[in-house]
T-cell receptor
Framework: EPEVTQTPSHQVTQMGQEVILRCVPI?????FYWYRQILGQKVEFLVS????????KSEIFDDQFSVERPDGSNFTLKIRSTKLEDSAMYFC????????????????FGAGSRLTVL | KQEVTQIPAALSVPEGENLVLNCSFT??????LQWFRQDPGKGLTSLLL?????REQTSGRLNASLDKSSGRSTLYIAASQPGDSATYLC?????????FGSGTKLNVKP
């Protein structure tokens, strides 16, 4: 079963430091997403990415956040200067297409990267 | 903006019982709706996806229904097992993103 792979599984950082979270989406998927889940809260949308550009972003995704697909397989989320409130589980997700067909639209999540900001 | 609500927030049932989890959404113009399972500290595992043109989907002991006009979806779990204990999330897709509910935490007692 193809899967979305995320690294690291857990990162502890000091406030103000830069963090890069990495994701390897399923190889034939074209739509990529980052979500986050603060402990005990809802899964929140951060950003979607298609055709090498951001297609949608939430109000959470401010100038401190950026995404890249540097080499055609990895998909990264960078937080430039972490804050305490950035502590959360960050999930990468991908799906094949935006069209009809039940298999094509299934959103597949990675296991998540837990970020702890001290 | 889409708002997704799940009730109940928590549910505890004895093993073998059939149960229904509810999901409601405020904007009926969804493209599809997906149900996920989340184990503590883990990622989200896709269970079922229902396209907007479909009424229901089945996988094993799971059956998900969708009523767009009323803004509701249900996840029916037949003959529940302790291994079904987890948090179940629904997510509605429109406006180019998935909107998640807060989840129903299910505990199936042996």
């Amino acid at each position: 079963e193809p899967e979305v792979t995320q690294t690291p599984s857990h990162q502890v950082t000091q406030m103000g430091q830069e963090v890069i979270l990495r994701c390897v989406p399923i190889s034939n998927h074209l739509y990529f997403y980052w979500y986050r889940q603060i402990l005990g809260q809802k899964v929140e949308f951060l950003v979607s990415f298609y055709n090498n550009e951001i297609s949608e972003k939430s109000e959470i995704f401010d100038d401190q956040f950026s995404v890249e697909r540097p080499d055609g397989s990895n998909f990264t989320l960078k937080i430039r200067s972490t804050k305490l409130e950035d502590s959360a589980m960050y999930f990468c997700a991908s799906r094949k297409t935006n069209g009809q067909g039940s298999g094509a639209n299934v959103l597949t999540f990675g296991a998540g990267s837990r970020l702890t900001v001290l | 903006k889409q708002e997704v609500t799940q009730i109940p927030a928590a549910l505890s049932v004895p093993e073998g019982e059939n149960l229904v989890l509810n999901c409601s959404f405020t904007d009926s113009a969804i493209y599809n709706l997906q149900w996920f399972r989340q184990d503590p500290g883990k990622g989200l595992t896709s269970l079922l996806l229902i396209q907007s043109s479909q009424r229901e989907q089945t996988s094993g002991r799971l059956n998900a229904s969708l009523d767009k006009s009323s803004g509701r979806s249900t996840l029916y779990i037949a003959a529940s097992q302790p291994g079904d204990s987890a948090t179940y999330l629904c997510a509605a897709y429109n406006f180019n993103k998935f909107y998640f509910g807060s989840g129903t935490k299910l505990n199936v007692k042996p």
